[in-house]
């Protein structure tokens, strides 16, 4: 099993330009998470996915946009990407209903450098 | 608002040295859990802790939840450089189909050969 898989691992942007950040699980889980790590402030999360066909804002979701694309893949989209987004970004799923305690395995982390 | 109070935010100690790390709150949570980061990598589970007043061992660690389930502490015995990490606790209450957990944020731990 691979675990939580995310793509690319490293990007540069210019500050207007959009992109897409991929996550994918491989254990079935039935909720998904995308945070940003900034120095100082920990993680944070932006959006959230308790099931498929369902995303929630998290504490800091301006700029950002989310899809389910199935029970595997969440997604994360900037538009119009601003240096304050400058950060790296974790994706993060957990069994969810039927879980306990909602352990979370978390993606690599993909590093975002906007211009 | 649930927030979690890690201290201290650094800490840089000797190898063989112990040291605590300390994870408070003001709420109660159901469950606690402990993550360790390595530098480039993402948080991995090391530990969750549920009744109030447990002790967990994982090897030279040591974890504690505190028996009103507002905090906890994480104890490492005779450290070795491998323990150097970003140490993250987690509250979770997952209750009404939430699934989230709160973060504090974070101890940063190196430990010197």
């Known amino acids: 099993n691979a675990g939580v898989t995310q793509t690319p691992k490293f990007q540069v942007l210019k500050t207007g330009q959009s992109m897409t950040l991929q996550c994918a699980q491989d254990m079935n889980h039935n909720s998904m998470y995308w945070y940003r790590q900034d120095p100082g402030m920990g993680l944070r999360l932006i959006y959230y996915s308790a099931s498929e066909g369902t995303t929630d804002k998290g504490e800091v979701p301006n700029g950002y946009n989310v899809s389910r694309l199935n029970k595997r893949e969440f997604s994360l989209r900037l538009e119009s990407a601003a240096p304050s987004q400058t950060s790296v970004y974790f994706c993060?799923?957990?069994?969810?209903?039927?879980?306990?305690?909602?352990?979370?395995?978390f993606g690599p982390g993909t590093r975002l450098t906007v211009l | 608002t649930q927030l979690l109070e890690q201290s201290p935010q650094f800490l840089s100690i000797q190898e063989g040295e112990n040291l605590t790390v300390y994870c408070n709150s003001s709420s109660v949570f159901s469950s606690l859990q402990w993550y360790r980061q390595e530098p480039g990598e993402g948080p991995v589970l090391l530990v969750t802790?549920?009744?109030?007043?447990e002790v967990k061992k994982l090897k030279r660690l040591t974890f504690q939840f505190g028996d009103a389930r507002k905090d906890s502490s994480l104890h490492i015995t005779a450290a070795q450089t491998g323990d150097t990490g970003l140490y993250l606790c987690?509250?979770?209450?997952?209750?009404?189909?939430?699934?989230?957990?709160?973060f504090g944020k974070g101890t940063k731990l190196s430990v010197i050969p």
């Open positions: 987690a509250g979770g209450n997952p209750g009404a189909g939430s699934y989230q957990l709160t």
């Open positions: 802790v549920v009744t109030g007043g």
């Open positions: 993060a799923s957990t069994l969810g209903r039927g879980s306990l305690y909602n352990e979370q395995f």
